[in-house]
C-alpha cells in the first residue's frame, strides 16, 4: 500500500500535467484495493490510508472525464484511441474495486461510506460524458445496477432493526437518505433495475425485504420538491404511470417473499393503506395479501383491517363473514396491545352503520363489557364511552340496560336469573346477546380505580350526551391515568380525623392516653 505522500504525488502529477509515464501509477493505487479484500484485519490499520486513496483516485478520473481519455470514440488516432481504452479499462476496474469494498465489509466505517459517494460522483460524470452525442440526456443505468446490487448483497453485522424488520446497514442508509429520498430520476431508475434484479439477488428473504422497506416505506416518491441527481435526465422519468407500474411490481414480489419476520409483516400492514395501495393501478391484486392476513388472527389481523377496509370502501372487495371475524378478534390479548386505540378507532368506523343487526350490534357491545372485566384501567377507560356511543347510535340495544320485563317480574325470577349469553360463540348473530344485560359494567361501579368508577357511572344517569369523542379516550394507560392522579389539583382538600384512644397495647391494664392513631376519611 502506497503512503499517503506518494499517492498525493501522484494525483498532482496526474492532475497539473498530461504526462503518460505517470499515468501507470493508477494500476498500483487501484490494485491497493486487492490488499483490503484479501484482508479485512487491515481495515483497523490502513481504513485512513484506503480512504485517501478512494478520494484521491475519485479527483484523478474526473479530470480524465473532462479531458475525454475516458471515451475511447473522441481519439483522433490509433494509439491515441489505444491509450484511452486502457484509461477506461482502469477506470471500470476502479468502479469494480468500490463495489467488492461496499459489498464486503460487514461492520460500519467511513471508508465504505466513501465508495459509496465517490461511485455516485462517477454515475453523474457518466451521466455527463458518456452520452450518445454532447448535451443529450443519458442516465447510466447499468452503473446504478451494479450499486444496487451490491447495495443488497451488502450483509452488515445486525442488518435488520428488530423492532421495525427495516435495514440498519449504514452504506445502504445513506445511499437511500443522500440520493435515493432527494433525486427524482435515482428514485426512477431505482424502480426500473430491481424489476428484474431482485430475483437475481441471491441473499435471504429477509434481508431482502429489510433492503426494500428502507427503499420504500417513506412518502417522497414523485414530490415536486425532489431534484434531478443528472444533469440532463431521459424524458422518461416523466411517465408517471410507468413510475407507479414499476413500484407496483416491486412491492408484488416482495410481499410474495416467504420468509419474512413478525415485525416486518407488521411494518407492512402498518403503511399499507397509505404507502402501498395508492401506487397500484390495480389495488385489487393486494386483495389475496390481505384476506390471507386477516384470517391469521392476532396481530396480524387488527393490523391488515386498516388496508381491507380501504379496499371494500374504495374498491368493492367483498370478505365474506367479515364482521363474524372482527368479532372474533375481541380477545383479552386485545386489551393489552399498543396497537389497540388502532384497533377502536377502525371498530367504531365498521359499527357506525344504522343498517345492522340489533343482534350484531348487541354481541359486540356485550363482549366488550364482558372483557373489561379482566382489562386494565387504560383498556376500560377506552370501552366505556365506546359501548355509550354504541347504544346511542343502535337505540334498539338500551335493553341490555333497561328491560321493563325484568323489572316489572316478581323477586323469585330475579334470583334464577342466568346470563343468556355465550361468549364461546364465534358467530355475533347466534351469541343472544341481545337477551342478557350490561351486569359487567355495574360491577365496574365499584373498580379500585377513581377514574374508571367514576366513568361507568354514566349509565346510571340519563342518556342526554349526544356522544363522546372517542379520541379524547383512545391513547390512555395505566401510567398516564396514574400521573393524571398525581397531577391532579384538589378543589376541597381531603378531611382528616384524629380517633383518640386509651392505649395501642395495654400493658398490666395500665393505659397511655398520649397515644393517637390518625384515621384518614376521603
Keep these: 500500500m502506497l503512503s499517503k505522500e506518494e499517492v498525493k504525488g501522484i494525483w498532482k502529477a496526474i492532475s497539473s500535467g498530461n504526462e503518460r509515464r505517470h499515468y501507470n501509477s493508477l494500476v498500483k493505487l487501484v490494485h491497493g484495493y486487492n490488499e483490503l479484500l484479501e484482508n479485512n484485519g487491515l481495515l483497523e490499520t490502513s481504513e485512513e490510508d484506503f480512504r485517501y486513496v478512494t478520494i484521491a483516485l475519485s479527483q484523478i478520473f474526473i479530470k480524465l472525464f473532462e479531458r475525454g481519455q475516458l471515451m475511447p470514440h473522441l481519439a483522433s488516432n490509433a494509439n491515441e484511441k489505444k491509450f484511452f481504452e486502457w484509461c477506461k479499462k482502469v477506470y471500470l476496474n476502479y468502479k469494480a474495486k468500490l463495489l467488492a469494498v461496499i459489498e464486503s465489509l460487514t461492520e460500519e466505517n467511513s471508508l465504505s ?261 379482566s382489562a386494565p384501567p387504560g383498556a376500560i377507560v377506552s370501552i366505556v364511552p365506546f359501548v355509550y356511543n354504541l347504544i346511542r347510535k343502535h337505540p334498539t340495544c338500551m335493553i341490555l340496560l333497561h328491560d321493563p320485563e325484568y323489572i316489572n317480574c316478581d323477586s323469585s325470577k330475579k334470583q334464577e336469573y342466568k346470563d343468556p349469553f355465550n361468549n364461546e360463540e364465534t358467530n355475533p348473530e347466534l351469541t343472544n346477546a341481545i337477551s342478557s344485560s350490561l351486569w359487567e359494567l355495574e360491577s365496574l361501579m365499584n373498580h379500585y380505580h377513581p377514574n374508571v368508577a367514576t366513568l361507568v357511572k354514566i349509565f346510571k344517569q340519563p342518556f342526554q350526551k349526544l356522544s363522546y369523542n372517542i379520541e379524547d379516550f383512545l391513547d390512555w394507560s395505566y401510567d398516564s391515568l396514574l400521573q393524571a392522579e398525581a397531577n391532579r389539583r384538589l378543589k376541597i382538600q381531603p378531611a382528616l380525623e384524629f380517633e383518640q384512644f386509651d392505649s395501642l397495647f395495654e400493658t398490666n391494664n395500665e393505659t397511655s392516653a398520649s397515644t393517637f392513631v390518625p384515621l384518614v376519611k376521603w
Design 113 to 373: 461510506l466513501d465508495c459509496l459517494d465517490s461511485y455516485m460522483k462517477m454515475l453523474h460524470y457518466e451521466s455527463i460524458y458518456w452520452t450518445s452525442k454532447p448535451n443529450s440526456p443519458f442516465f447510466p443505468n447499468k452503473t446504478l445496477r451494479s450499486l444496487l446490487s451490491a447495495l443488497f448483497k451488502c450483509n452488515y453485522v445486525a442488518d435488520i432493526d428488530l423492532k421495525d424488520g427495516q435495514s440498519n446497514n449504514p452504506v445502504f442508509e445513506l445511499f437511500v437518505e443522500t440520493y435515493y429520498k432527494k433525486n427524482f430520476d435515482i428514485q426512477f431508475y431505482t424502480q426500473s433495475e430491481l424489476q428484474t434484479l431482485l430475483p437475481e439477488i441471491q441473499v435471504s428473504d429477509q434481508i431482502k425485504m429489510s433492503k426494500w422497506l428502507k427503499l420504500s416505506n417513506h412518502d417522497l416518491h414523485s414530490a415536486p420538491e425532489l431534484e434531478i441527481f443528472v444533469s440532463m435526465p431521459p424524458q422518461a422519468i416523466e411517465n408517471d404511470a410507468k413510475f407507479k407500474s414499476m413500484i407496483e411490481s416491486n412491492w408484488l414480489y416482495c410481499l410474495n417473499l416467504q420468509d419474512l419476520s413478525t415485525n416486518q409483516y407488521k411494518t407492512v400492514l402498518l403503511v399499507f393503506h397509505k404507502r402501498i395501495i395508492p401506487w397500484f393501478h390495480q389495488p385489487t391484486k393486494l386483495m389475496d395479501f390481505l384476506t390471507d392476513s386477516y384470517d391469521q388472527g392476532g396481530i396480524v389481523s387488527i393490523l391488515s383491517l386498516n388496508g381491507l377496509f380501504e379496499l371494500m370502501r374504495k374498491y368493492n372487495l367483498e370478505y365474506p363473514n367479515f364482521y363474524s371475524k372482527l368479532y372474533q378478534l375481541l380477545t383479552p390479548e386485545l386489551m393489552h396491545v399498543k396497537y389497540r386505540s388502532r384497533f377502536f378507532r377502525l371498530l367504531d368506523t365498521f359499527l357506525s352503520s344504522t343498517h345492522l343487526s340489533a343482534q350484531l350490534v348487541s354481541s359486540f357491545i356485550k363482549r366488550l363489557a364482558r372483557l373489561s372485566i
